[in-house]
C-alpha cells in the first residue's frame, strides 16, 4: 500500500485544515487508517484512526476538535482539523495496517506510512 498525505500547511490559532490521505494498492477497506504527528526530538504521537467498521478513535487532546473520515471508493481517508491550537504543529503522517483494538494507538500497529506533511500554527 502506497499512502501519499496533502493539506498542511500555516495557520493561526483557531483556524482550521484539511488533511487528505490518498492509498494505492492494497485492499483499501480491510485497513485500518490512522493519522499520527511527530514533533522533532519526539516520539510519533496518535491522532486519530478510522477502522473497517468506520469507528472512530481520538486521542484525548483532540477529541471534539478533529474528526476522521473516510471514502472508500476513492481510497481516501481525511483528517478535519478545527480550533487549532499552536500544540498541534507537527508533522501529520498517513498510516495503514491491522492493528488489534489494544494496538490501535501505537506506530507499531501500521505496517504502511506516507511520507507526512507539515502543519504550523501560529500562535
Known amino acids: 500500500v502506497q499512502l501519499q498525505a496533502s493539506g498542511g500547511g500555516l495557520v493561526q490559532a483557531g483556524g482550521s485544515l484539511r488533511l487528505s490521505c490518498s492509498a494505492s494498492?492494497?485492499?483499501?477497506?480491510?485497513?485500518?487508517m490512522g493519522w499520527f504527528r511527530q514533533v522533532s526530538g519526539k516520539e510519533r504521537e496518535f491522532v486519530a484512526a478510522i477502522r473497517w467498521s468506520a469507528t472512530t478513535y481520538y486521542a484525548d487532546s483532540v477529541k471534539g476538535r478533529f474528526t476522521i473520515s473516510r471514502d472508500v471508493g476513492k481510497k481516501t481517508v481525511d483528517l478535519q482539523m478545527d480550533s487549532l491550537k499552536y500544540e498541534d504543529t507537527a508533522v501529520y503522517y498517513c498510516?495503514?495496517?491491522?492493528?488489534?483494538?489494544?494496538?490501535?494507538?501505537?506506530?507499531?500497529?501500521?505496517?504502511?506510512w506516507g511520507p507526512g506533511t507539515l502543519v504550523t500554527v501560529s500562535s
Open positions: 494498492g492494497g485492499t483499501f477497506s480491510r485497513y485500518t
Open positions: 498510516a495503514a495496517g491491522t492493528p488489534i483494538l489494544s494496538n490501535l494507538h501505537q506506530a507499531a500497529g501500521y505496517a504502511y
